[in-house]
């Protein structure tokens, strides 16, 4: 390892370049996600609803999002979109297809969720007079969401990863920008630690930011399921300094 | 001119109801009159609970008639289940307050969702349902908080505040510890000492006893007897004899 190393890795961590391809790993991924839990809760009602035909549609759409990789519809978005008049950015491509990528893996976090909450509770609102739509925004989604978060936290930080992909659309992300970085000057060890140090920086992020969720959504009400262990390290260091 | 008595409150006629071959109600009538407290009692599996679900259309009806607030209400849309609902409270054998919410909220929420009540006001009654039954200080408990005769009570609370004209209670104390259920049967007693018409599906025959003005007996998804609760415990009485053994079992 030359012994500029160090230095050189700093150069890049503090550089205006770096840092705004991290901020745009983290909008993509933050965009998709946001578009991914929509498609998906959209996906999951669809799932449960009581019309054939939208059920098959939802089956549908699983078939063909979760039977192809994420990368093919990438490219497919990007490279075929175009054809039919609809010239959109690199940075749309990419949250598009993410999200709807995202969507069906989202769809059956969501679904588990909202099985999760008994048939008893639906019971009990239909039996105050609720409509069905109301005993879903009301009773069912905000018991089944303090379910979610767990699976949810872990597909955010799997849906940073996911994004180094955008970087085969052009997309001045971090991978991208490290690579660009390191083709100028063979300096890969560097660009690549660079970019490393801030996807890791992005998760640790991400990881507290899940457990900080799940401990105010446990205060109140019923606590949420702690899942993985990275989760359950962060939530028992975080309770052992609290007075029970 | 006439002694025609005012028209019951809710009336059920030739109940029929099967899951699959099995058929659970065979013809039950019932009818339910103003400020009455109906108890239905009977051996587990014959059909006492599904008549309650399907008298506020939570199950749905094979075949018969329900009069409420003077029309049949089988025959009625299915969108216009839910304010059909609004007026007929139900309380359940678990509870199920919804586990989200405070006890104050888990009784404002139909009020505010369903009426569009102010919520403010929503909460103002819901501290005065939560008086009503004695839990004063437990507004701002989470269910997982309160012990299962609290949970109970503030069920009763939450389905007092859509202000129906008819409650029914699924076993309302049957997953109770022995210690909590006197004091979810006192709320009852007098809410039905109040007025409140109420159908209750118990195994509590002291309550039945009590606070009933007629007990019904079912048996294999039929009525086979109904009478006031002095004759229907009277050992003197005359009365079928499933119900004969059913009562001697309980003794034991």
């Excluded at chain 1, 054809?83 to 990528?101: D, Q, R």
């Excluded at chain 2, 002694?3 to 059920?12: F, R, T």
């Excluded at chain 2, 003077?70 to 839910?82: K, Q």
Aim: hydrophobic fraction near 50%; proline fraction near 6%; charge should be positive.
């Amino acid at each position: 390892m030359p012994l500029d190393s160090p230095e050189l890795i700093l150069s890049y961590l503090s550089s205006a370049r770096f840092f705004t391809a991290a901020a745009m790993t983290l909008l993509i991924s933050l965009c998709a996600l946001a578009g991914g839990m929509v498609s998906g809760l959209v996906l999951a009602l669809l799932q449960e609803s009581r019309f054939g035909p939208l059920r098959l549609l939802a089956v549908a759409y699983l078939w063909l999002f979760r039977g192809t990789p994420v990368l093919f519809q990438l490219i497919f978005v990007f490279n075929v979109l175009p054809s039919f008049g609809v010239v959109l950015s690199g940075f749309a491509c990419a949250v598009i297809a993410l999200s709807l990528n995202e969507g069906a893996y989202m769809a059956e976090i969501m679904r588990s969720g909202i099985r999760a909450v008994g048939p008893g509770q639906r019971q009990a609102a239909r039996a105050l007079g609720m409509t069905e739509p109301a005993v879903m925004r009301w009773v069912v989604i905000p018991q089944a969401l303090r379910m979610i978060v767990p699976p949810i936290g872990n597909q955010f930080i799997g849906m940073l990863k996911l994004s180094a992909l955008v970087s085969v659309i052009a997309v001045e992300e971090l991978l991208l920008v490290a690579n660009q970085t390191a083709s100028s000057n063979f300096r890969y060890l560097e660009a690549l630690s660079a970019a490393g140090i801030y996807y890791l920086g992005l998760t640790t992020l991400f990881m507290l930011l899940q457990a900080f969720v799940e401990r105010k959504l446990a205060r109140r009400g019923r606590a949420a399921p702690r899942q993985g262990w990275t989760q359950w390290l962060l939530g028992a260091t975080a309770d052992a300094g609290r007075v029970r | 001119m006439s002694d025609a008595s005012p028209p019951p409150v809710l009336k059920a006629e030739a109940i029929h109801k099967s899951y699959g071959p099995l058929a659970v109600l065979r013809g039950v009538d019932l009818s339910v009159g103003r400020g009455e407290c109906l108890c239905i009692v009977g051996p587990s599996g014959s059909g006492k609970s599904t008549l309650l679900r399907c008298l506020n259309l939570l199950e749905p009806v094979g075949d018969g008639r329900i009069t409420f607030e003077g029309r049949d209400i089988l025959r009625a849309r299915r969108a216009e289940a839910p304010a059909i609902r609004q007026r007929i409270g139900m309380v359940f054998q678990n509870f199920e307050l919804f586990r989200h919410l405070s006890a104050r909220d888990n009784i404002a929420l139909a009020p505010i969702r369903t009426k569009g009540e102010d919520p403010a006001r929503a909460r103002a009654r819901a501290d005065a349902l939560l008086r009503k039954v004695y839990l004063p200080e437990k507004g701002d408990a989470y269910p997982d908080e309160l012990s299962g005769g609290q949970q109970q009570r503030v069920a009763i609370a939450r389905a007092l505040a859509m202000d129906p004209v008819l409650m029914l209670y699924d076993e309302p104390t049957s997953a109770l510890d022995p210690e909590t259920v006197g004091e979810v049967l006192q709320v009852m007693g007098e809410l039905a000492e109040e007025g409140m018409t109420s159908v209750v599906v118990t195994h509590e025959m002291g309550f039945a006893r009590r606070a009933a003005t007629r007990v019904i007996f079912m048996d294999g998804g039929v009525v086979v007897h109904a009478a006031p609760p002095a004759a229907f415990f009277d050992p003197a009485a005359p009365k079928p004899e499933r119900l004969s053994r059913f009562l001697g079992r309980l003794e034991h």
